[in-house]
């Protein structure tokens, strides 16, 4: 096959638009290997990382369209690219959305609007949210890369009109019964949910509806919030809102643990409030957090177990004798050499829980994200002795969807660490969302099967532990996901914590028995 | 100081939500799949994204 590109100029669409012509255009006959993106900066490099560098891609500008692709003839390129084009304008004119050019004539159009979800790119994204702040609607900004002391003007403009933004760099929200972005879809409930990792509200989200309760709302701040110069502001003012909100009986905060003059701002408030509050401020002493009369949870699962007791329900999680058995089997019939763990997870806040899970049992672990810089990866596409990579740093997303929208970055990873001889067990999380990837176990099942094929057909036995945070409400089908797993030969649990646990049970049984 | 929460209750109360999406559009989709009514922006940088013409354009209030 040769290689073929072309520019489609001044012709704008959205990175997952373009992900989703790429992935049309690639499963054309005749077309091989390739991608489409606009002509920014970001994008051209990738253009070079995936081998598809073509010198007509130089000449392409922001607004232009990058269409490169190795294809039988320059016949098929053309009649292949010209065939995704109209399939991605027949699936846009079927949306039944209202479409406007500018956020202006949109909220000018309906001054009934509430709410305003901004995901531009992070350059532009502040005087977008500007734009809603001043008609009235509350922001969640899932742009980046947005300037502390931008996020700071726009929290304090948007509180002295009764307004909340929620974020920059927000994955997780559900309002009125509503899920955003990348959160799950689930049931309402007495508890009212206010969390800077977007991951640890979602997760405890989907414990409680796992258990048969659920969340009167869920608040994303954004990870900056609990950072200076913005300091709490929109976690204080959604505990403010919760605490009036007659649906919200308890509140529940999840966040990593703030600097000491902001945990001392959080704590005042909470012990403040008239609500009873659950607090998990992660790798926070229980004292301090006690001391503000909140209940503390140490993990995630933690924060869904305390506050279930709180209303007579148990939380559905694996028991420590129950992963003891799931361990002693899975390591009969190894290899002496297989002695190490690989995870490969699609964010950081389950990378960082898992590594600190897996250590307490088990040791040591290197990763592009580590606990300590000593236990940095030289190379995060190379693994040493137990690894756990976090495949939504930039390295792997620059010019790219987050890996759960798009979980494909993990594939070849799965086939690799699974040939590895010194491997015992593979460590992965699920996430589902809303508006992530409708079949995300089914995008890499194959991988794993074949890497445990792989690894019995030369005598070792693989195992594969991996869990899944979403709801039974999700599009995704949380039973059907499972399934496939557990068809495969997956050893699935409740939660990325548990999943570490064993993980880490399995590799101290591989090195004497030590936990 | 405490917020004045009334437009925040007023958002957790909403029977149907409306919701400005600008930008990706697969995140409108979603929204919209849930009942809420969705105005999607199909937004790209104004001025082609030149930022001299980009300032001119917001000293304008455009």
């Known amino acids: 096959m040769k290689q073929y590109a072309q520019i489609r100029k001044n012709e704008y669409h959205d990175s997952l638009e373009l992900l989703l012509a790429t992935s049309i255009l690639c499963e054309k006959d005749g077309i091989g290997k390739g991608n489409i993106a606009m002509g920014n900066a970001a994008s051209k490099a990738l253009f070079d990382s995936l081998g598809l560098s073509n010198p007509l891609a130089e000449q392409a500008g922001i607004m232009d369209v990058i269409i490169v692709a190795e294809a039988q003839s320059e016949e098929a390129f053309t009649e292949a690219v010209e065939a995704t084009f109209e399939q991605m304008r027949g699936k846009k004119e079927s949306n039944p959305s209202k479409h406007f050019d500018t956020t202006q004539d949109a909220v000018r159009a309906y001054p009934d609007a509430q709410l305003c979800v901004i995901s531009v790119p992070g350059e532009y994204a502040k005087a977008e949210a500007m734009k809603a702040l001043e008609a009235g609607l509350h922001v969640i900004l899932f742009s980046s890369h947005i300037s502390p002391e931008d996020e700071l003007e726009l929290k304090l403009f948007a509180q002295s009109r009764g307004l909340l933004v929620m974020g920059p760099d927000c994955g997780v929200v559900n309002l009125a019964g509503v899920a955003f972005l990348l959160g799950s879809v689930t049931d309402r409930g007495p508890f009212g949910l206010c969390g800077a990792t977007g991951v640890g509200i979602q997760h405890v989200g989907a414990l409680l509806q796992a258990a048969g309760s659920g969340a009167s709302q869920i608040i994303g701040t954004g990870g900056g919030d609990l950072k200076q110069p913005v300091g709490g502001i929109s976690m204080l003012m959604g505990i403010d809102a919760l605490e009036n909100d007659p649906a919200t009986e308890y509140i529940l905060l999840v966040s990593r643990k703030p600097n000491e003059e902001i945990l001392a701002k959080i704590l005042a408030r909470i012990k403040d409030c008239s609500k009873v509050v659950v607090a998990c401020f992660m790798g926070c002493e229980r004292k301090v957090v006690e001391s503000s009369g909140a209940i503390y949870a140490a993990t995630l699962d933690e924060v869904a177990v305390k506050a279930l007791e709180l209303v007579g329900k148990k939380a559905m999680l694996q028991s420590e004798s129950e992963l003891d058995e799931m361990a002693a089997a899975a390591v009969v019939g190894m290899k002496p050499e297989q002695k190490y763990v690989r995870g490969l997870f699609t964010g950081g806040t389950y990378c960082e829980e898992a590594m600190n899970a897996f250590t307490a049992l088990a040791g040591d672990v290197y990763s592009n994200a580590p606990l300590r810089e000593s236990l940095r990866l030289k190379d995060s596409l190379v693994s040493c002795q137990n690894s756990c990579v976090d495949c939504g740093e930039d390295e792997f997303t620059a010019g790219k969807p987050h890996p759960t929208m798009e979980p494909s970055v993990r594939r070849p990873f799965i086939t690799k660490e699974a040939s590895d001889p010194e491997v015992c067990v593979l460590l992965l999380d699920f996430i589902f969302a809303v508006s992530a990837h409708m079949d995300p176990v089914g995008v890499v099942i194959e991988d794993i099967k074949q890497g445990m094929a792989a690894a019995a057909a030369d005598g070792r036995k693989l195992a594969v532990v991996a869990s899944i945070c979403g709801t039974d409400s999700d599009f995704q089908s949380l039973g059907e996901q499972r399934a496939k797993l557990e068809e495969a030969g997956v050893l699935v649990c409740q939660t990325n914590y548990l999943a570490a646990r064993l993980a880490g049970k399995i590799v101290a049984l591989r090195n004497g028995g030590k936990q | ?62």
């Open chain 2, 1 to 62: 100081m405490k917020t004045d929460t009334k437009k925040l209750q007023e958002l957790f109360d909403a029977k149907e939500l409306v919701v400005v999406n600008v930008g990706v559009s697969a995140f409108g989709e979603a929204i919209q799949k849930q009942g809420a009514q969705v105005i999607q922006v199909d937004w790209k940088p104004m001025a082609g994204g030149d930022d001299e013409m980009l300032k001119l354009l917001e000293m304008m209030g455009m």
